[in-house]
């Protein structure tokens, strides 16, 4: 009979700290008691049948130790309680989800812009445009800073997103301006959403898909601008993590708990036109981006003299699939096979700030050529190892090529022929590559930038990043 109580204390402790881990703890312990009341009165029963005075006396004594393994059990379940409720916290701590989602409902106000193209064609598709009878312009004139006035924007039209015809004309907002898109080339869009948790560990990440020329504010700062002045690319093809290219500041930094507020323009010209958006949040998230280099630094800078010569033969011309003559960029480079690694020359080199389109005051004219330098450190190479993928990201204008640390990462170069120009960028680096490269310490970067025809630009970044 002892053997039998003590084997049924060992079930009932063993199912007690079972249950402290599953969370379920009362269920638990209550079937094991009542299991172990079954077995000794099982138990019980067959003594007394042997010997019936002794049956009461066992009985009694069984009774006794139940209601004690019970009471030891029930104090140790409430002494675990609240631990296991601290593990259950903590192990659920992680979370995702969005605060804003595609095809959300938005206030909007639409802004009648006619399009005159390049050509002189009403509504036409041919860049370097303008606008007649523009409201939009109109109404920011009048109202410099719209998007910090809440109780207007809130006092606008609703609709579910997407505002355009690039995701899908069928599902679009009915709205102008994609009823009447010939005449209606401006909208303006807002929308609240409340942020609960600030802390450290959660990440806020902005997503937005836009075409064209895009103004975006979040609670009243400008946050994301982009504007090709009717004649370079400022429009993507879908849902991009969009980062911030005001200034050095994340998502996150624009947020406050409570509710917070987005307000976007968007100017189409010619072709297709498009707003959606969306934001995500990850808690307890340990996936913080490094940025070894951002954008809108100074870089050191020397610019060559490189006549274009388009494909029409004239000189400084704005047609494709031309060439460089003279081309002095291509006799230095040639001339030093290891530019790259130079870097006692290059710290010798003019100091400019990016965008190098303003930054650099020689990258002009007939000086087509610019080679770039910039040295940075890194803390700690095995902290980012497990990143996702390492990023060259910000707006480059146009043919490039990148070096780290004397390794070409990323290159893009149509030759004067295709398109090698980029706006609000992001581009995947090998992973592999990068890691047997980047070290510890101080590390480098060597930038060539050749522009053709048009306009001319380099400001960008690189990081690890955590998807």
Same mark, same amino acid.
């Given at each position: 009979?002892?053997?039998?109580?003590?084997?049924?204390?060992?079930?009932?402790?063993?199912?007690?700290?079972?249950?402290?881990?599953?969370? *379920?703890?009362?269920?638990?312990?209550?079937?094991?008691?009542?299991? !172990?009341?079954?077995?000794?009165?099982?138990?019980?029963?067959?003594?007394?049948? !042997? !010997?019936?005075?002794?049956?009461?006396?066992? =009985?009694?004594?069984?009774?006794?130790?139940?209601?004690?393994?019970?009471?030891? %059990?029930?104090?140790? %379940?409430?002494?675990?309680?609240?631990?296991?409720?601290?593990?259950?916290?903590?192990?659920?701590?992680?979370?995702?989800?969005?605060?804003?989602?595609?095809?959300?409902?938005?206030?909007?106000?639409?802004?009648?812009?006619? @399009?005159?193209?390049? #050509?002189?064609?009403?509504?036409?598709?041919?860049?370097?445009?303008?606008?007649? &009878?523009?409201?939009?312009?109109?109404? %920011?004139?009048?109202?410099?800073?719209?998007?910090?006035?809440?109780?207007?924007?809130?006092?606008?039209?609703? !609709?579910?997103?997407?505002?355009?015809?690039?995701?899908?004309?069928?599902?679009?907002?009915?709205?102008?301006?994609?009823?009447?898109?010939?005449?209606?080339?401006?909208?303006?869009?807002?929308?609240?959403?409340?942020?609960?948790?600030?802390? /450290?560990?959660?990440?806020?990440? @902005?997503?937005?898909?836009?075409?064209?020329?895009?103004? +975006?504010? %979040? #609670?009243?700062?400008?946050?994301?601008?982009?504007?090709?002045?009717?004649?370079?690319?400022?429009?993507?093809?879908?849902?991009?993590?969009?980062? +911030?290219?005001?200034?050095?500041?994340?998502?996150?930094?624009?947020?406050?708990?409570?509710?917070?507020?987005?307000?976007?323009?968007?100017?189409?010209?010619?072709?297709?036109?498009?707003?959606?958006?969306?934001?995500?949040?990850?808690?307890?998230?340990?996936?913080?981006?490094?940025?070894?280099?951002?954008? &809108? $630094?100074?870089?050191? @800078?020397?610019?060559?003299?490189?006549?274009?010569? *388009?494909?029409?033969?004239?000189? *400084?011309?704005?047609?494709?699939?031309?060439?460089?003559?003279?081309?002095?960029?291509?006799? @230095?480079?040639?001339?030093?096979?290891?530019?790259?690694?130079?870097?006692?020359?290059?710290?010798?080199?003019?100091?400019?700030?990016?965008?190098?389109?303003?930054?650099?005051?020689?990258?002009?004219?007939?000086?087509?050529?610019?080679?770039?330098?910039?040295?940075?450190?890194?803390?700690?190479?095995?902290?980012?190892?497990?990143?996702?993928?390492?990023?060259?990201?910000?707006?480059?204008?146009?043919?490039?090529?990148?070096?780290?640390?004397?390794?070409?990462?990323?290159?893009?170069?149509?030759?004067?022929?295709? $398109?090698?120009? $980029? =706006?609000?960028?992001?581009?995947?680096? /090998?992973?592999?590559?990068?890691?047997?490269?980047?070290?510890?310490?101080? #590390?480098?970067?060597?930038?060539?930038?050749? *522009?053709?025809?048009?306009?001319?630009?380099?400001?960008?970044?690189?990081?690890?990043?955590? &998807?």
């Amino acid at each position: 009979m002892k053997k039998t109580i003590s084997m049924m204390l060992v079930l009932v402790l063993v199912c007690a700290a079972f249950a402290s881990c599953s969370g *379920d703890i009362s269920d638990v312990v209550d079937n094991a008691v009542n299991t !172990a009341n079954e077995a000794i009165s099982n138990a019980a029963d067959a003594v007394g049948e !042997a !010997a019936g005075e002794v049956t009461e006396q066992v =009985s009694e004594a069984v009774g006794d130790t139940v209601e004690e393994i019970q009471n030891t %059990v029930e104090e140790a %379940v409430e002494e675990i309680k609240e631990p296991a409720a601290e593990v259950t916290t903590e192990s659920a701590g992680h979370e995702e989800g969005t605060l804003i989602d595609q095809m959300d409902h938005w206030h909007y106000r639409t802004f009648e812009c006619q @399009y005159i193209d390049g #050509n002189g064609e009403f509504s036409g598709w041919a860049a370097g445009g303008h606008y007649e &009878n523009d409201e939009m312009a109109d109404f %920011v004139a009048s109202n410099p800073e719209w998007y910090k006035d809440t109780a207007m924007m809130n006092g606008w039209e609703e !609709a579910d997103a997407p505002f355009g015809d690039c995701i899908n004309s069928s599902i679009a907002a009915d709205t102008p301006f994609v009823s009447d898109p010939a005449n209606n080339h401006g909208i303006m869009v807002y929308k609240t959403f409340t942020v609960d948790d600030l802390a /450290d560990d959660t990440l806020y990440e @902005y997503y937005m898909f836009y075409d064209n020329t895009v103004y +975006c504010y %979040v #609670n009243g700062e400008p946050y994301f601008i982009l504007d090709g002045n009717l004649t370079s690319q400022d429009w993507n093809g879908g849902y991009d993590l969009i980062k +911030c290219n005001q200034g050095d500041k994340t998502f996150k930094d624009f947020l406050h708990e409570g509710e917070n507020y987005i307000a976007v323009s968007i100017k189409d010209a010619w072709g297709g036109r498009e707003f959606d958006a969306y934001i995500s949040y990850e808690k307890g998230s340990t996936k913080k981006d490094v940025t070894f280099v951002d954008q &809108n $630094q100074e870089w050191q @800078y020397t610019t060559f003299y490189c006549p274009y010569i *388009d494909g029409e033969g004239n000189v *400084d011309g704005g047609a494709a699939g031309g060439h460089f003559e003279p081309d002095e960029m291509a006799d @230095y480079l040639a001339a030093h096979p290891d530019f790259m690694t130079d870097t006692a020359t290059a710290k010798g080199w003019a100091t400019g700030k990016a965008p190098m389109s303003s930054g650099a005051p020689e990258w002009t004219g007939s000086n087509h050529g610019l080679l770039l330098y910039k040295a940075f450190n890194v803390d700690s190479v095995e902290a980012v190892k497990g990143c996702d993928e390492f990023d060259w990201f910000g707006d480059y204008d146009n043919a490039i090529h990148v070096w780290l640390n004397g390794v070409e990462i990323y290159t893009d170069d149509g030759e004067c022929v295709v $398109q090698d120009w $980029q =706006s609000g960028g992001n581009w995947q680096l /090998d992973k592999d590559l990068i890691l047997s490269t980047l070290k510890d310490g101080e #590390n480098f970067l060597f930038v060539t930038i050749k *522009d053709a025809w048009g306009g001319r630009d380099f400001n960008c970044g690189f990081r690890a990043h955590w &998807n």
